[in-house]
C-alpha cells in the first residue's frame, strides 16, 4: 500500500497525497530490508515534482489543486497541468505516473515535454531510499538503440564512454550525456537502482513508448542519490489551443530482485503496447557476415544448393539476402548489377532451394544518387531553412532521410512492403531506422510529430504494406516506438569476425564479441514480451575469421543461453565440420532455456549466467551455468548455487555440457578457473547418492 509522509496535505480516493499551495508529490511505500545491518527503505521518493517545457523554457506550477477523481492539476499562463499518480499491479509495489497538459493560453505553443523530477533534500531522512549511502548504490541503464549499451554501472564510475560520432544515434539527448564525471548517469525507456547491502531494487521505466522518446538521469553523491529526473520529450511541437498532449506512462516498481523487476517492467511495457510476440523462433542464413556488400547472385545460388543438399541436418527457415542487391538505397525494387535477376527471381529462387525469402533494407534512408530522391526531394526531413538535411554518406553518395510524418512517404513505404511480399518475401530485416530520429535541427511535414511519432508512422506504413502475417525484425531502430509493430529486434551490436578491435578505449558500443554479449544477457528481459530477440548471427567458419576455437564456444554458448533468432551467416562450401557442428546444435537446440545474469549489477559484462527450462525460472534450480571470462587472461569465476535456486546446504553435481563428462560435487559455492576469452557451460542437477 502506497504509503505518504507529509504534513497539511489533501489525500485523496488513490491515497496520494498531494502538498497544499506546494508543487511536489510525495510517493513513497515500504521495501523490506534483505540484511539486518540495513536500516528499512521506507521511502522510495518525496516531492517529486512535475516540469513542463513551454517556449523553450522549462516551468512547474505554483500551486496544486486535487481534482475529483485524484489528479493533481494546476494551471500556469492559461496552460493546464494535470498528474496523475495511481496503484496498479493488484497490490504489488508498483505505481504509475502520468502528465498531460492542455493549451488554454488563446495560442500556439511550442511544447518540448514532461521532467518527472526529485532532488535530495539537505538533512534528508536516512531511511529514504535516496539516501542510501551512495557506494553501497549500483545502477542498470537501459540504451536508447539496439546498438546502445546497456548494462550496470556502479558508485564512483563515469557513464559508458561512446564515440562521439556516434553519440547522436546512442542516445536520445547527447549534449545531456556526460561520460567524464563520475556519478553522473543516463539511462533510456528504464533505469534500476541497488542497495548492495540490503539487496533492495526500485525500478522507473516507461511502459508506453509510442509518442515520446523517454530519458533517465541519476546524479549520486556519498550520502547518495542526490537527483533523479524522467523525461518525456515533445520535441518543440506546435500545440494550437484547446489541444492536449499526455506524457508517456512512468511505472516504479520495487522489490528484493532486481533482474525480476526488468523482468516485469517489459510484460507490463509490451501489454500497454500490444507487443507481437511470434509463435516460434525462426532460423536461417543470412548473406551479410561472409560477403557483406559484395554479395552476388553466384554467391546466393552457390549457398541455396548447399542449403537444399543439407537440410535433413540443417533444417534452416529463412534465407536472407542483406545489402548489396539493390541499386541505392531508396531504389529497393531496381537490381544491382551483382543481380541481373532482380529481387523477384530471387525470392522464387530462394522457395525453391525450400527455404522462405527474407529481405534487408534500410528503408528510411534514401541516397542522393537514388531514383527516389530525384523524383521525390519533398520527401525527405528538412532543414530549417528548407533545404534537404543530409545526414551521411553512403559510399561516396549523399544520404537523406525519408519523412515518415509525411503521407505521401507513408504510402509509397506500403507499396514498397506490398510489393515485396506479392513477390513472395516473408522476411524483411529493418536497419538504419534510427536516423528518422537523430537529424540535428531537423523539420519533419508535420509540426505535430515527435521523433517517436515519425519513426512509429514509417514502421506502421511498412507493417501494413507487408501484412501481420509476416515477420519484420527490426535493426538498429529506437527500441521504444518499434514494440507492437515488430517481430523481432536486434538488442546489441553488430557481431564481428574477430574478438575486439585494437582501438583504446573502446567505446561501449563499437562492434566486438564482448559488447554484444553484455548487451545480449542484460537485455535477456525483453525476449518474449517486447518481441524475439536478436543477438545477431552465429559465426564459427576458419576463413576470414580470427575468433579462436575458445571463442567460438564462447559466442555459441551465448547464443545458446540467451535464446532468440538464431541465423548462420558463413558460406556453406568452406566451412570445416568440426565447426559446422556448434551451428547444427545451435539449430537444434535454439531457445530452450529462460536465463538470467546472475551477477549483473556486480560486472559491466556479467560473467554468471544462469538457465532455467522455460517456464520455471526462478521458482525451481537452474538447469544450466555459463560462467563466461571476458578478460584477456584465466580468472577464477565463483558463483553462490542459493543464486541458482539451489538450497543453501544441498549438494549439487556439475556436469560439462560440451562432453557430458561429471565434473564435480558442489555444495554452497562453485569455483572454477576459466581461460581467458572462453566459458565453462555445465550442467546442474541436485546430488543423488554417494559419490
Known amino acids: 500500500m502506497i504509503r505518504m509522509a507529509i504534513s497539511e496535505n489533501k489525500t485523496n480516493s488513490t491515497g496520494t497525497a498531494w502538498k497544499n499551495g506546494g508543487s511536489g508529490l510525495r510517493v513513497g ?56 499518480l495511481r496503484p496498479a499491479g493488484h497490490g ?78 546512442a542516445v536520445s539527448a547527447p549534449a545531456a550525456y556526460d561520460s567524464i564525471t563520475p556519478n553522473r548517469f543516463s539511462a533510456e525507456y528504464a533505469v534500476v537502482l541497488n542497495d548492495r547491502v540490503s539487496g533492495a531494487s526500485l525500478l522507473a521505466g516507461f511502459i508506453t513508448s509510442a509518442d515520446q522518446v523517454t530519458r533517465l538521469a541519476v546524479e549520486l553523491d556519498d550520502a547518495g542519490v542526490t537527483r533523479f ?124 532451394a525450400g527455404c522462405k525469402p527474407g529481405l534487408w533494407l534500410a528503408p528510411f534512408m534514401v541516397e542522393e544518387r537514388s531514383h527516389l530522391y530525384a523524383a521525390h526531394p519533398d520527401w525527405m526531413v528538412r532543414t530549417p531553412a528548407g533545404e534537404t538535411a543530409w545526414t551521411t554518406e553512403w559510399r561516396g553518395s549523399r544520404v537523406a532521410v525519408l519523412d515518415c510524418t509525411r503521407p505521401e512517404a507513408q504510402a509509397w513505404l506500403r507499396s514498397l512492403f506490398a510489393t515485396l511480399a506479392a513477390w513472395g518475401y516473408d522476411y524483411v530485416k529493418l536497419d538504419f531506422l534510427m536516423y528518422e530520429c537523430a537529424v540535428k535541427d531537423g523539420v519533419y511535414g508535420d509540426p505535430k510529430a515527435t521523433r517517436a511519432q515519425a519513426c512509429r508512422r514509417g514502421l506502421q506504413a511498412i507493417r501494413d504494406g507487408f501484412g501481420g502475417e509476416r515477420f519484420i525484425l527490426g535493426g538498429t531502430t529506437l527500441l521504444g516506438p518499434a514494440v507492437g509493430i515488430v517481430d523481432g529486434e536486434r538488442i546489441g551490436t553488430d557481431i564481428t569476425p574477430y574478438w575486439k578491435p585494437d582501438r583504446q578505449p573502446l567505446p561501449k558500443e563499437a562492434p566486438c564479441l564482448p559488447n554484444v554479449c553484455r548487451n545480449i544477457i542484460n537485455r535477456r528481459y525483453m525476449h518474449g514480451r517486447l518481441w524475439l530477440n536478436d543477438p545477431d548471427v552465429h559465426l564459427v567458419r576458419a576463413d576470414h575469421n580470427s575468433l579462436t576455437d ?5 559466442w555459441t554458448a551465448a547464443l545458446w543461453l540467451t535464446g532468440g533468432l538464431i541465423l548462420l551467416s558463413d558460406r556453406f562450401a568452406t566451412l570445416a565440420p568440426e565447426r559446422e557442428k556448434w551451428s547444427r546444435w545451435l539449430v537444434a537446440e535454439r531457445d530452450s532455456f529462460d536465463t538470467r545474469p546472475l551477477d549483473f549489477f556486480e560486472r559491466e559484462f556479467p560473467a554468471v549466467w544462469a538457465g532455467w527450462r522455460k517456464g520455471r525460472a526462478p521458482a525451481a534450480p537452474a538447469e544450466v551455468l555459463g560462467l563466461f571470462n571476458f578478460a584477456d587472461s584465466a580468472t577464477v569465476l565463483q558463483v553462490t548455487l542459493s543464486q541458482a535456486g539451489f538450497a543453501p546446504d544441498a549438494a549439487v553435481d556439475v556436469h560439462d555440457v560440451w562432453t557430458g563428462r561429471f565434473h564435480s560435487r558442489a555444495a554452497g559455492t562453485l569455483a572454477l578457473e576459466v581461460p581467458a576469452h572462453s566459458c565453462a557451460l555445465l550442467r546442474l542437477a541436485r546430488a543423488t547418492g554417494v559419490l
Open 550 to 554: 575458445n571463442e567460438v564456444r564462447l
Open 229 to 352: 529526473a524522467a523525461y518525456a520529450y515533445a520535441d518543440g511541437i506546435r500545440v494550437d489551443p484547446g489541444e492536449t498532449v499526455a506524457s508517456e506512462t512512468l511505472a516504479l516498481l520495487a522489490g528484493s530482485d532486481g533482474y525480476g523487476l526488468l523482468e516485469e517492467f517489459a510484460t507490463l511495457w509490451g501489454a500497454r503496447m500490444h507487443a507481437r510476440i511470434w509463435n516460434h523462433t525462426p532460423s536461417g542464413w543470412c548473406s551479410w557476415y561472409y560477403y557483406f556488400e559484395k554479395i552476388t547472385d553466384a554467391d546466393v545460388q552457390e549457398n541455396l544448393r548447399l542449403i537444399r543438399e543439407r537440410r535433413a541436418e540443417l533444417p534452416l527457415e529463412y534465407v536472407q539476402i542483406d545489402d548489396g542487391f539493390q541499386r541505392a538505397l531508396g531504389d529497393w525494387l531496381e537490381p544491382s548489377p551483382s543481380f541481373p535477376n532482380g529481387p523477384e527471381t530471387l525470392a522464387r529462387d530462394i522457395r525453391a
Open 29 to 84: 511505500w515500504p521495501v523490506p530490508a534483505v540484511a539486518s545491518e540495513a536500516r528499512p527503505v521506507e521511502r522510495l521518493f518525496t516531492d517529486l515534482r512535475l516540469a513542463v517545457e513551454i517556449d523553450g523554457q522549462w516551468r512547474e506550477p505554483d500551486r496544486w489543486a486535487v481534482a475529483p477523481d485524484g489528479a493533481g492539476t494546476a494551471t500556469m499562463a492559461g496552460i493546464g497541468v494535470r498528474f496523475s
Open 92 to 169: 504489488r509495489r508498483h505505481h504509475e505516473l502520468q502528465a498531460r497538459i492542455e493549451n488554454a493560453s488563446g495560442a500556439a505553443i511550442r511544447f518540448g515535454g514532461f521532467r518527472f523530477q526529485q532532488q535530495r533534500a539537505p538533512g534528508g531522512a536516512a531511511d529514504d531510499f535516496l539516501a542510501v549511502p551512495g557506494p553501497r548504490l549500483r545502477l542498470y541503464r537501459e540504451g536508447w538503440t539496439a546498438a546502445a549499451a546497456a548494462g550496470t554501472v556502479r558508485y564512483g564510475e563515469c557513464d559508458f564512454d561512446l564515440d562521439p560520432g556516434y553519440l547522436p544515434f
